[in-house]
């Protein structure tokens, strides 16, 4: 299961980041005119693709300086090599199930080679840039800054990977917990899911069954044997009395 999850992730996540494809026939067909679509009542108009194509604003270079700052003194910006490194590591520890040994390592090497260049890091830390630009202003920037220059700022950023990592555990172990108490209760209503499941820990446990008395003579169909004869005891001979 791990395995097939691992697999469908990074498809997914190919496909997402792939671009577009031109359509058979060489170049890219130009789309005939055609008329502006009708607005229902209560929709929203759709953005003109125009508009969409067109380059975003320039962003100002003071700002975007300080926003590469806040980066990375809080190590946002390693995310893109983060990323990289943890999908070869789902790839790798996927593949090896379906791939032989021998051929692991040169596998890898390729795949890495072709990641590497197709998923720059740096592009992740340029749509992080983008990102914040437009959720935050060069005043909240710079507070933000400040707070994480502080000692205490300081100490946010090197605990909460843990602190992170620590609550995820505990969200999937309260999660999965639930789940089963969940399953568990639909047991009478779906048996199936007795085979499925493992023993519910609040129900007490059936006692195992008692083993049969040792069944008596010829309760297994088997001819009972004949009861033992006792020997005759022979009686002595009487002794003639002496003359």
Known sequence: ????MALIAAVLCTAMAAPA?????????????????????????KPDAT?????AEKLDPAKE????HLLDIT????????????WTSRVHDGM?????????????????AKFSASASPTAVTDSMVTI?????????IQGITKFYESPLGQRMVKEMPDVSRESQTAGVQLDQKVVMQVLWG???????????LPPDPSKPTPPPPTPDAAPGPGASGAPSAAPATPAPTLAPKPTPPQQ
Not at 51 to 55: D, E, K, N, T, V
Not at 75 to 86: F, P, T
């Open 186 to 196: 639909m047991e009478d209503e779906y048996p199936q899911l007795k085979k499925m």
């Open 1 to 4: 299961m791990k395995f097939r």
């Open 75 to 86: 190590g946002e910006s390693k995310e893109g090599e983060n990323l990289i490194a943890g």
């Open 65 to 68: 300086a300080a926003i590469r």
């Open 21 to 45: 494809q031109t359509p058979p026939g060489g170049a890219q067909q130009k789309p005939a005119q055609q008329a502006a679509p009708s607005v229902q009542p209560g929709q929203a108009a």
């Open 51 to 55: 508009a969409a194509a067109a380059p």
């Open 132 to 140: 914040y630009a437009r959720h935050f202003s060069m005043e909240d």
């Open 96 to 112: 090896s199930r379906a791939i032989p040994p021998e051929q692991m390592t040169k596998f890898m090497e390729t795949f890495s």
